[in-house]
């Protein structure tokens, strides 16, 4: 029997003897508002959804990974969470569920529990984990964007509900073992603009032309500032490894190690041009701002690299 654990918390297969806690949360109307495709209506519906997860445990070629919650202390149930195997075009990718017991909502118990069924899924060697909710489940949505998952879509007016129709938006998250440098540098560029969203910046340097598409692994990642803000880029930074600020000509500039890569971060002494010929880019849902793309054409000095920016579909 399959048995996970996080600080406060065992996960493991389930057994008969959790019928009545399984039942009593997976047929209750507040719990399972958002996936009554899920919700049963009776003790029998349970036993029989119980039975098949019971039975699943036991497959030599397990398809479906369904755990029970549990408190280390107590050994009280307070939810249930896995993940299936996709099968066909996305075979190598599973997807991932949880739903937990009304007392223990808001506690961080279901991120816990899913940090650690992320990493077995991982571990297991598949490809990609997937998950989605609807819009309205800002609780649920936020347990993806707490697991570092990328939004991959948003699907207007798609689950009737209680006669009413909900939005639902879709995460994916990628085995880190399978990416290539290139793809991890995009990723982690996604995650930069999330971070500074908030903020006047933009990719600058080769990171524009990696931004277009140009499939070159970069030494660094760069990023301009307005000169003055560099105390408030600092702060957004402050839980990462950040060097000491150099002064080079007529800039600023300091390196961030985030998520396994090097970020510079540059402050102009001239803010004059800091708007002009700015783009955007959505990459996951994400608007990634860069200096154009004719802005560095104009600017590079690697033949190599404008000859790879023809390459580049538009």
Same mark, same amino acid.
């Given at each position: 029997?399959? %048995?996970?654990? *996080?600080?406060?918390?065992?996960?493991?297969?389930? #057994?008969?003897?959790?019928?009545?806690?399984?039942?009593?949360?997976?047929?209750?109307?507040?719990?399972?508002?958002?996936?009554?495709? !899920?919700?049963?209506?009776?003790?029998?519906?349970?036993?029989?959804?119980?039975?098949?997860?019971?039975?699943?445990?036991? $497959?030599?070629? #397990?398809?479906?990974?369904?755990?029970?919650?549990?408190?280390?202390?107590?050994?009280?149930?307070?939810?249930?969470?896995?993940?299936?195997?996709?099968?066909?075009?996305?075979?190598?990718?599973?997807?991932?569920? &949880?739903?937990?017991?009304?007392?223990?909502?808001?506690?961080?118990?279901?991120?816990?529990?899913?940090?650690?069924?992320?990493?077995?899924?991982?571990?297991?060697?598949?490809?990609?984990?997937?998950?989605?909710?609807?819009?309205?489940?800002?609780? *649920?949505?936020?347990?993806?964007?707490?697991?570092?998952?990328?939004?991959?879509?948003?699907?207007? %007016?798609?689950?009737?509900?209680?006669? $009413?129709?909900?939005?639902?938006?879709?995460?994916?998250?990628?085995?880190? #073992?399978?990416?290539?440098?290139?793809?991890?540098?995009?990723?982690?560029?996604?995650?930069?603009?999330?971070?500074?969203?908030?903020?006047?910046?933009?990719?600058?340097? *080769?990171?524009?032309?990696?931004? &277009?598409?140009?499939?070159?692994?970069?030494?660094?990642?760069?990023?301009?500032?307005? =000169?003055? +803000?560099? =105390?408030? @880029? #600092?702060?957004?930074?402050?839980?990462?490894?950040?060097?000491?600020?150099?002064?080079?000509?007529?800039?600023?500039?300091?390196?961030?190690?985030?998520?396994?890569?090097?970020?510079?971060?540059?402050?102009?002494?001239?803010?004059?041009?800091?708007?002009?010929?700015? *783009?955007?880019? @959505?990459?996951?849902?994400?608007?990634?701002? &860069?200096?154009?793309?004719?802005?560095?054409? %104009?600017?590079?000095?690697?033949?190599? +690299?404008?000859?790879? !920016?023809? $390459? @580049? %579909?538009?």
């Amino acid at each position: 029997m399959l %048995r996970l654990e *996080s600080e406060r918390l065992y996960i493991r297969d389930l #057994r008969m003897e959790d019928l009545d806690d399984h039942h009593r949360l997976i047929s209750n109307p507040d719990v399972m508002y958002y996936i009554r495709d !899920i919700q049963t209506h009776s003790l029998d519906e349970s036993k029989a959804n119980l039975i098949f997860s019971i039975e699943e445990s036991k $497959k030599e070629e #397990r398809v479906c990974y369904f755990f029970g919650m549990f408190l280390k202390d107590t050994d009280e149930h307070i939810g249930s969470i896995g993940f299936t195997v996709l099968e066909k075009g996305d075979s190598g990718n599973v997807e991932l569920g &949880y739903f937990i017991h009304e007392k223990f909502w808001r506690k961080g118990y279901t991120y816990e529990a899913s940090k650690v069924v992320v990493k077995y899924a991982f571990d297991l060697g598949f490809h990609k984990i997937t998950t989605g909710c609807v819009y309205n489940n800002v609780n *649920s949505e936020s347990i993806m964007k707490k697991l570092g998952m990328y939004k991959e879509g948003h699907l207007y %007016r798609h689950t009737f509900i209680n006669g $009413k129709w909900y939005d639902r938006v879709i995460y994916g998250l990628y085995n880190p #073992r399978f990416l290539t440098k290139v793809e991890h540098q995009r990723l982690t560029v996604v995650k930069l603009a999330e971070l500074l969203e908030a903020i006047p910046y933009h990719f600058d340097a *080769s990171t524009s032309a990696f931004i &277009y598409g140009v499939d070159f692994e970069m030494n660094d990642l760069d990023i301009v500032f307005l =000169n003055h +803000m560099e =105390n408030e @880029v #600092r702060q957004l930074f402050s839980g990462y490894k950040i060097s000491k600020t150099y002064e080079l000509d007529d800039l600023l500039h300091f390196k961030v190690e985030f998520e396994n890569e090097i970020v510079h971060c540059l402050f102009y002494k001239d803010d004059s041009n800091f708007y002009r010929e700015e *783009s955007i880019k @959505v990459i996951h849902h994400v608007p990634v701002k &860069y200096k154009s793309i004719d802005y560095y054409k %104009r600017h590079c000095k690697s033949q190599k +690299m404008l000859d790879a !920016i023809k $390459k @580049v %579909r538009p």
